[in-house]
């Protein structure tokens, strides 16, 4: 099935460093969704973009809407040992009944 | 507070055998979906349904089957467990905003 294409792949950095992560596809999608996954845990939403140029906000974390509409940028400020885990983007269309996801970055980071 | 939940969270079973994962969501969505996911693949929709009495097919389907009769429960089950089926299973319920909110996952071996 497609998938969105997420890069890094991973990531090892250190503590109080800034991070930024993208999802990039050939496909236009009307939302854009970040989720953060945990060891053993279910995906957790982050982020919920709606809007081509969108600049959203929570918290240390920020992710922004493509204006092509293609892609997708999350960025976590100040990192921390809590943020590591797996971040997924997904992307919906389709009249909102397909939600593709990407490949997944993990974030690793160091004391 | 509304809440996705499945069970069960563990489950080993031998090959052959029928496996029933339950999902169930309080928030009234009528959208409800079941992943799996594995290493090197990401998350594969299985299968999902709109709607009580609504089911369809995603894009890893065979072997797998679910129903809706009411619209907190989507259980899954697999008829005949095959080592191919050992995954970790998630399911989840999509909001009228398009946001997808999953379960904490059913970890399944089948041996």
């Known amino acids: 099935g497609q998938q969105l294409n997420q890069s890094p792949q991973s990531m090892f950095i250190q503590e109080g460093e800034d991070v930024s992560m993208n999802c990039t596809s050939s496909?236009?999608?009307?939302?854009w969704l970040w989720y953060k996954q945990d060891p053993g845990e279910g995906p957790v939403l982050l982020i919920a973009l709606y809007k081509a140029g969108e600049l959203t906000s929570n918290g240390r974390l920020t992710a922004q809407f493509g204006i092509t509409r293609k892609d997708s940028f999350l960025n976590i400020s100040a990192s921390i040992p809590s943020d590591v885990g797996i971040y997924f983007c997904?992307?919906?269309?389709?009249?909102?009944?397909?939600?593709?996801f990407g490949t997944g970055t993990q974030l690793k980071v160091e004391l | 507070d509304a809440e996705i939940t499945q069970s069960p969270r563990h489950k080993i079973t031998e090959t052959g055998r029928q496996v029933t994962l339950a999902c169930h969501q309080t928030?009234?969505?009528?959208?409800m979906f079941w992943y799996r996911q594995d290493l090197g693949h990401g998350l594969r929709l299985i299968h999902y349904s709109y709607g009580v009495h609504d089911t369809n097919k995603g894009e890893v389907s065979d072997g797998y089957s679910v129903s809706r009769s009411n619209t907190e429960d989507l259980p899954l089950t697999l008829e005949s467990a095959a080592s191919s089926q050992t995954s970790v299973y998630f399911c989840?319920?999509?909001?009228?905003?398009?946001?997808?909110?999953f379960g904490e996952g059913s970890r399944l071996t089948v041996l």
């Open positions: 997904a992307g919906l269309t389709g009249g909102g009944n397909k939600l593709t």
């Open positions: 928030w009234n969505h009528n959208n």
């Open positions: 989840a319920s999509r909001d009228r905003a398009g946001e997808l909110f």
């Open positions: 496909s236009i999608f009307n939302t």
